[in-house]
């Protein structure tokens, strides 16, 4: 009876410009009798608010001050302690059910599905990539919420859920990459100049060679390329001719 009679009659006032919960939990024990007890790694008490109260219970002062926290808090005797707030299995249960599954599939024009196109709800780390088909399968949290699709090579796309469940999405090619910078031998050109074939090597071209650098590595490896020394010494410097002299820059890509 004594504990519930103190918690009724006695007020405070709080009275505070940005100040930290953690400071006005002092104001509170400077007023009266109450100590507060908690553990700093386990709640937040940094943050900082702005509160006018006078003459209230202790009661009506947390609910106010923590009310936009993740705390909580429990009056014993003079004693209040002050924990975070634990998720019941309801809760849970709910938030689960706010969850709103999204599937769909993304092509491009030619209505060619897209492999590992990147879907993410915006504003958030959450995303998935397509599949093999082109499908992919989120989930959003609200109805609210926006869908970023993004490739390479291709112009991004937003789509605002709502009620849908199913969403199909067309992306169109991004022509301006045809600025882009494509690297070719020694040196890089436009995607829009590159007009000559392109052709590749790997390292099992290089095994079992007896050779000291990779120019001579690629003696005879590439159709097209001719690599000869530069006088008849045998530890000359080799020159790369690619196509002939009457080829663009005189057939080196040097």
Partial sequence: MAESLYSQITKLSVSSKAKTIKDIFSDIENQSEYVFIYLD???NLEK??????????????LDLVLASTDNTYKIMDRQIYVTKKTTSP?????????NQSVSGTVKDASNNPLIGVNVIVKGTSTGVMTDVDGHFTISVPEANAVLVF??????????????????????????????????VGYGTQKKANLTGAISQVDSKVFENRPVT???????????G??????????????DMNIRGTTSVNGGSPL
Avoid at 48 to 61: G, H, P
Avoid at 213 to 223: E, K, N, R, V, Y
Avoid at 225 to 238: D, F, M, R
């Fill in 150 to 183: 993004s490739y390479v090579g291709f112009i991004s796309k937003e789509k605002t859920v709502g009620k849908n469940t199913v969403i199909d999405v067309i992306l169109q090619e991004d022509a301006m990459l045809l600025e882009d910078v494509v690297v």
């Fill in 213 to 223: 650098s990779a120019t001579s590595a690629l003696q005879g490896a590439l159709p």
């Fill in 225 to 238: 390329v001719n690599i000869n020394p530069t006088n008849g010494n045998p530890n000359a410097s080799l």
């Fill in 90 to 98: 309801e809760d849970k249960n709910e938030q689960k059910q706010q």
């Fill in 41 to 43: 790694e386990n709640v």
């Fill in 48 to 61: 900082k608010i702005s509160v006018d109260i006078k003459n209230q219970t202790v009661d009506k002062i």
